[in-house]
């Protein structure tokens, strides 16, 4: 039998040829001064923070923003792994080879050494390890931009993941987030550039210093499950509250299939994988009013079973209260094919003012709910890097007109098209039509 595959968070293989490729050790030091980070993104000719990723000079120069993002961690990190999986953000004729290096390069991040995790371990939970664990597997089985994660065994006998914050991170991350440039390249990525507002800039801070802390990504977890308590096909691990802090989770450990693995499953098994997904992702955000903001293919874990475990609430937004009954109203509309409706509940939601800007984000909206519209529906990798597409043409033709008409975008749409982008990315690699639109019908309030 094949072996199973480890999956925190979004890290497959520990894949050590990796290292040796990219001339990478275990420890890497953590680069986590502004200016320190700021040298090694100019090594790339990262001036911006996005024109890494837009550069057409070949597969080598993909393959290095890769590499660099990867090591800095923090929100550098973020950033080349929203573009490693999000179709459309990278030039095509690059993109393989962008997402090749980017994943490898995560399988086999930099960890930090046992010894600084054990001590923040035991500084965390205020006890020596051996009271806290019967077991603990010193070698870190993933380590991702903001944390890695040990196998452990607790003294009552349960296997658990514990994900542990890396040492110098949180310098790591503010010192990005004082980098306009690269905040420039995330709000690119997630639906607007040059026309948002200091607001804009803010609300990206805010959920990436949100996820420094376990203790509110805890919180978020347990939330989940009660949302989604009873669906047979959904699993949220349960959190072990007892040994979780500010910069450590501990949780149930779960195995399964990788996002790959499952996309080669039979039709039939993976159409049920994308209503259970579809269900995780809006009955959340229609029933719990609230969405996982980080829709990494990592963060899903396939079980023979059928089920998906879903790791990682780092990310999440709540659906401000004076949205939540139009958003429920525009993916009604959408479902019952009502366009009258449906214009007019995302003119709402989206507080335009008429003209053309109205015009430009009516039609992306639209394009967007296609698969509840068109139900059944197979969502594409072409279909989401036109969305991509569509998002950037309707930003630039506002810059270029000077549209009076424009309005910033209202809180919490800009982590609502990571979530829409990113997650029809990892639909798209399943490459089967699905009825959407009943899936929605099944737990509509």
Not at 219 to 231: H, K, M, N, S, Y
Request: glycine share 8%; hydrophobic share 40%; aromatic share 8%.
């Amino acid at each position: 039998m094949k072996p199973r595959r480890y999956a925190y968070p979004s890290l497959y293989d520990p894949a050590p040829v990796c290292y040796v490729r990219h001339g990478m050790s275990d420890e890497t030091k953590l680069p986590s001064g502004r200016l320190g980070r700021l040298v090694r993104l100019a090594e790339i000719g990262a001036r911006t923070g996005t024109s890494l990723l837009l550069r057409r000079d070949g597969d080598d120069a993909a393959k290095r923003a890769a590499e660099v993002l990867g090591n800095l961690r923090g929100v550098a990190a973020k950033v080349g792994q929203m573009a490693g999986y999000i179709d459309g953000l990278v030039p095509e004729e690059h993109r393989d080879a962008y997402q090749r290096s980017m994943k490898s390069l995560l399988a086999a991040a930099p960890r930090s050494s046992p010894e600084a995790i054990r001590h923040l371990v035991e500084e965390e939970l205020g006890a020596p390890l051996d009271r806290l664990f019967a077991e603990w597997d010193e070698k870190a089985i993933a380590s991702a931009s903001i944390g890695q994660v040990h196998r452990a065994r607790t003294l009552e006998g349960a296997e658990v993941a514990v994900k542990v914050q890396h040492p110098g991170v949180a310098e790591a991350v503010e010192a990005d987030l004082k980098n306009a440039g690269l905040l420039e390249g995330a709000l690119s990525m997630m639906g607007t550039r040059k026309v948002g507002s200091a607001k804009m800039l803010e609300e990206v801070r805010a959920r990436f210093r949100e996820e420094l802390d376990y203790t509110i990504e805890a919180r978020r977890q347990i939330e989940f499950a009660r949302v989604l308590e009873g669906d047979p096909k959904i699993l949220i691990p349960t959190v072990d509250l007892d040994r979780s802090s500010r910069r450590v989770l501990t949780t149930q450990f779960v195995r399964g299939r990788t996002l790959d693995e499952a996309a080669a499953l039979p039709e039939r098994d993976r159409v049920e994988l994308c209503r259970t997904l579809w269900r995780f992702v809006y009955k959340g955000t229609l029933v719990g009013e609230m969405f996982n903001a980080d829709p990494h293919p990592g963060n899903y874990f396939f079980q023979d079973d059928g089920r998906v475990a879903f790791l990682d609430f780092g990310c999440v937004q709540t659906i401000p209260e004076k949205r939540r009954g139009v958003a429920r109203k525009l993916h009604r509309a959408a479902i019952e094919r009502d366009e009258a409706t449906f214009a007019e509940a995302a003119k709402i939601m989206l507080e335009t003012r008429g003209g053309d800007h109205e015009k430009r984000v009516l039609s992306y909206i639209r394009r967007a709910f296609e698969p509840q519209f068109s139900s059944p529906f197979r969502i594409t990798r072409d279909y989401v890097a036109s969305l991509v597409h569509h998002m950037r043409e309707a930003g630039r033709e506002t810059l270029k007109t000077g549209d009076t008409s424009f309005v910033p975008m209202p809180e919490g749409m800009l982590f609502m098209n990571r979530l829409q982008f990113g997650f029809y990315s990892v639909l798209a690699r399943f490459d089967v039509e699905v009825d959407y639109a009943a899936e929605e019908r099944s737990f509509m309030p």
